[in-house]
């Protein structure tokens, strides 16, 4: 009977193997800079040696960065899922913006169904100061920028995926940041004008939405995320119609 030779593991895979998994949960985020080497070997409890041999592998494969004199980051770009260029498009073509509401009808209930599931005490903590600065922008009125607002609304969302500890949905969510941060922005201006209780409709849905995180209610918080994706769909289709009746009666009285 043969045998294969058991090979002794090195210590700097053992350091790679931590800084991966603290990177796939989300613990370490793009662009972040790890601690001092000194420091991060003292955390690990290895020498300087190991800790740089580790470093060099996962920047070798792309996951960190290593700058003369500047420290180790995290790669800026890792989980960007759409180049800027790209962004633009899809914020400017309707379609694109039809089919990213699509999109997020699924990935958001389940974010927030496995949330409700997972939430640990300090997820807890990071969703309600999430909520607590989206509603700061609701009761702020008009006076609160729309830049600042659609921030808000996608951190809110991003804390319900970190709460998930689902890595595939986190980093599908982080990936997919700025274009849901500029697909509230366009969107609520166009909603506020057309319909009135739309800022006390949304407030309200992100509301149920936090609680029944937070109570646990699975099911309860799919759904409610379902209608909140729906609501939207709703009165951006109304706002679209409006729009075209407008352009209309323009050509009419045109001729």
Same mark, same amino acid.
């Given at each position: 009977?043969a045998f294969?030779?058991?090979?002794? $593991?090195?210590?700097?895979d053992d350091?790679?193997?931590? !800084?991966e998994?603290?990177i796939?949960?989300?613990?370490l985020?793009?662009?972040?800079? !790890?601690?001092?080497?000194?420091a991060?070997?003292?955390q690990?409890?290895?020498?300087r ?9 996962l920047?070798?494969?792309g996951?960190?960065?290593s ?5 180790n980051?995290v790669?800026e770009g890792?989980g ?8 633009? !498009? ?6 694109a913006? $039809? ?5 997020r009808?699924t ?10 599931l ?7 903590? $990071?969703? $309600? ?7 700061a922008?609701?009761?702020?009125s008009?006076?609160?920028d ?8 996608a951190?809110?969302?991003?804390a319900i995926?970190?709460a ?8 599908t969510i ?9 697909n ?12 009135s209780e739309?800022r006390?409709?949304?407030l309200?849905?992100?509301k149920?939405?936090?609680e029944?995180?937070l109570?646990?209610?699975?099911e309860?918080?799919r759904?409610?995320?379902?209608r ?16 075209l ?6 050509r009419?009285?045109?001729m």
């Amino acid at each position: 009977m043969a045998f294969d030779q058991v090979r002794q $593991r090195r210590l700097s895979d053992d350091i790679v193997a931590q !800084l991966e998994a603290m990177i796939l949960e989300g613990t370490l985020k793009a662009g972040e800079r !790890l601690p001092a080497e000194r420091a991060l070997a003292e955390q690990f409890g290895v020498s300087r040696p190991s800790l740089r041999e580790a470093i060099q592998k996962l920047a070798a494969r792309g996951l960190l960065i290593s700058r003369q004199g500047g420290g180790n980051y995290v790669a800026e770009g890792l989980g960007a899922t759409f180049s800027d260029p790209l962004l633009q !498009l899809l914020e400017t073509n309707p379609e694109a913006q $039809r089919d990213l509401l699509e999109f997020r009808h699924t990935l958001e209930g389940s974010c927030a169904y496995y949330a409700a599931l997972r939430a640990t005490p300090m997820d807890h903590q $990071r969703l $309600r100061e999430a909520f607590e600065a989206l509603q700061a922008c609701y009761d702020g009125s008009d006076e609160v920028d729309r830049a600042e607002e659609g921030a808000a609304d996608a951190r809110f969302h991003l804390a319900i995926a970190e709460a998930s500890h689902n890595a595939v949905l986190l980093h599908t969510i982080r990936g997919l940041f700025d274009l849901l941060k500029r697909n509230v922005v366009t969107n609520i201006g166009g909603m506020y004008a057309q319909r009135s209780e739309t800022r006390d409709m949304l407030l309200s849905q992100h509301k149920a939405l936090f609680e029944a995180i937070l109570e646990g209610r699975a099911e309860e918080a799919r759904e409610i995320s379902h209608r909140h994706i729906h609501y939207v769909q709703e009165v951006l289709a109304e706002v679209r119609q409006e729009a075209l009746r407008v352009a209309r009666s323009q050509r009419r009285q045109g001729m």
